[in-house]
């Protein structure tokens, strides 16, 4: 069923060096009836549109994945152009040129754009006010995509964690190694999400849609995408410790005592309920998601 309905498509991916981008490319050979092309900023840097736009033509896509963004959140602070140029503005010509192609655009934003509180989980339509340069560079480049006409999968996901680049599980497990005490803030919760499962997510979305015609026009939306589950970042830290085997002991902090250039929002719990009516995806717990990728980085002896 999947080879039929994905045979032969044409799924290039940007940004493809990043966290999520990694791990497309590990799985690809899994879809191997798709021909993926995987583009590094070296290859296709998505500032530069005539390079965007001589790649999209060149491969000649179905689908356009745009891993790539500019993630430092507190150096974007100081350094909104760049910022912006990668997070906002490049979703233009990528947009533009991703429609000019017939083709369509997989694109991730983030809980950041939110940054509201209700004392529920948000939801697509909870107020969006974002703090900060790379949140609000998120939430423009959302605006660009949507502005462009192009037929775009926008995911809002949260807590990025993977075997592949820098994350919180990785820092713990540093830190957990070195040192013997650790603060860690306790009044930011979320829900920390897996690339395996956020890609495989997408994967699985590209081949509903591609099957029953009745789903593709649900493509073209926003929504929400994270495992289940509340954590805190200091709960979170306590249990890196706990399933890793870990002498460090992890102290809570309010956020006030860890102040950083760009704010971070306190509630970055999402509700899943739009995507889960929309596709029929497997959602596991924030929990199962963690020791998957521990798991994962065991094996990769990190
Ligand atoms: N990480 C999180 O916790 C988190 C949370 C919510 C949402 N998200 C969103 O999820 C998506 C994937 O994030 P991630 O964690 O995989 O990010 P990541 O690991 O920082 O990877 C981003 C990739 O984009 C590349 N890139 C930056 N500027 C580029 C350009 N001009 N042209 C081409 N490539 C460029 C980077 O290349 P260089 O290495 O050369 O800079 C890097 O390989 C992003 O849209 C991000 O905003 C992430």
């Known amino acids: 069923m999947e080879s039929e309905t994905l045979n032969k498509h044409r799924i290039l991916v940007l940004g493809a060096n990043g966290q999520l981008g990694r791990e497309f490319a590990r799985l690809a050979p899994s879809y191997e009836y798709c021909h993926f092309r995987f583009d590094g900023r070296d290859v296709t840097d998505i500032m530069d549109e005539n390079s965007v736009s001589a790649a999209i033509h060149e491969f000649a896509p179905d689908y356009v994945i745009n891993c790539a963004a500019y993630t430092a959140v507190d150096k974007a602070e100081t350094d909104r152009d760049a910022c912006f140029a990668t997070n906002a503005k490049a979703c233009q010509h990528i947009s533009k040129a ?26 697509e339509s909870s107020p969006t006010r974002p703090q900060g340069v790379y949140a609000q560079s998120k939430l423009e480049g959302e605006k660009l995509i949507r502005e462009s006409g192009v037929q775009a999968l926008i995911l809002r996901t949260s807590w990025v964690v993977s075997s592949f680049g820098h994350n919180f599980v990785k820092t713990m497990l540093r830190l957990g190694r070195e040192k013997e005490q650790l603060n860690v803030v306790s009044d930011q919760f979320g829900t920390p999400t897996y690339t395996l499962h956020l890609a495989s997510a997408v994967m699985d979305i590209l081949i509903q849609t591609e099957t029953n015609p009745d789903k593709m026009p649900l493509f073209n939306d926003t929504y929400n995408y994270s495992p289940e589950g509340i954590i805190s970042w200091y709960d979170l830290a306590k249990e890196i410790m706990n399933l890793e085997g870990l002498d460090c002991k992890v102290l809570p902090i309010p956020t006030t005592a860890y102040p950083t250039p760009a704010v971070r929002p306190h509630w970055s719990v999402m509700s899943k309920r739009k995507i889960r009516a929309a596709f029929d995806l497997e959602t596991s717990h924030w929990h199962a998601a963690l020791r998957e990728c521990l798991e994962d980085l065991d094996k990769s002896g990190l």
Do not use: I, M
């Open 98 to 123: 991703v429609k000019k192609a017939d083709a369509r655009l997989v694109h991730f934003s983030s809980d950041y754009v939110y940054h509201s509180y209700d004392g529920f989980p948000l939801t």
